[in-house]
């Protein structure tokens, strides 16, 4: 089963999320053109990489995001960010699949990029795609050095990757409590949800505080999310019911943040809600 399907959630919101991915999609399409000279097939791996099977939920959020901060219907503003938290999203996959790390030979019923494409040009896709993202961020213009910063620390060695490093390190006993895991999920999940609801603020122009109250609405619902995958996957189930109460207790934190943008943060009260009702 997958975790927190769009078809699962209450109808108008998968028109949303429905929505989105076809919006997103047709925005990665146009960013990730294969050139007629390219290299080894590495523009070819980046898309395959990017636009491969999903649910977009990151850039679905990053939209979210912007229109609670009151930049409305028009998603212009906050393509840069959207995109890019897609593209950084897709490069996390392409290395957690190597042989070094997790040396997945399939993933949503396809091959891996390293499988299709042979692992250098896996690594250099998933660098291109990295780079690419930094790149998106650079339109927002006025707004690209905050953007670029916020990315930089949710993706770099203090979160995205940390948690991916407690991952491949830790030991029988380093992840036998749930602070412990939710330490992990904070990190491998949650920096990145957290990330794309700030970087839709920010691409909204909303002040600094109003995007660290973001951040911490993507937190939440990242490591519930991560939890809820936990539980489908089989995985820490001696822990399963505690993560079901924090399942709970994260969706009412996240919809609590949601509720302060009155109107405007409906979709993201829905998606909280949704999170929360895999508990």
Avoid: N
């Avoid at 229109?67 to 840069?80: E, I, K, M, V, Y």
Wanted: with cysteine.
């Amino acid at each position: 089963m997958a975790t927190l399907a769009p078809t699962s959630a209450p109808a108008e919101l998968t028109a949303y999320l429905d929505d989105a991915r076809t919006w997103i999609e047709a925005e990665l399409e146009r960013r990730l053109r294969v050139p007629a000279d390219d290299p080894g097939r590495l523009h070819e791996a980046m898309r395959y990489a990017a636009l491969g099977p999903g649910k977009r939920l990151r850039p679905a959020i990053v939209l979210a995001a912007a229109r609670a901060c009151g930049l409305g219907d028009d998603r212009t503003a906050a393509a840069p960010a959207a995109a890019a938290i897609e593209m950084l999203h897709a490069y996390t996959l392409v290395h957690d699949d190597l042989p070094a790390m997790d040396d997945d030979d399939e993933r949503r019923g396809r091959p891996t990029v390293h499988v299709a494409f042979g692992e250098a040009i896996a690594i250099l896709a998933g660098d291109g795609l990295l780079t690419a993202a930094f790149g998106a961020l650079a339109e927002l213009g006025p707004r690209a050095a905050d953007a670029v910063a916020d990315l930089a620390r949710r993706a770099g060695a203090r979160e995205l990757l940390g948690g991916q490093a407690i991952d491949l390190t830790a030991g029988p006993t380093d992840l036998d409590d749930l602070a412990r895991i939710e330490r992990l999920h904070a990190g491998k999940t949650g920096a990145l949800f957290a990330a794309a609801a700030e970087l839709g603020a920010i691409a909204a122009g909303a002040p600094p505080a109003t995007c660290a109250d973001l951040g911490r609405y993507g937190l939440a619902i990242g490591i519930a999310f991560q939890h809820a995958d936990d539980r489908d996957d089989g995985e820490f189930l001696a822990h399963a019911e505690a993560a079901a109460q924090r399942i709970r207790v994260l969706g009412d934190e996240a919809r609590a943040i949601a509720e302060r943008f009155g109107p405007r943060g409906a979709t993201l009260r829905a998606i909280a809600a949704w999170f929360a009702s895999r508990a």
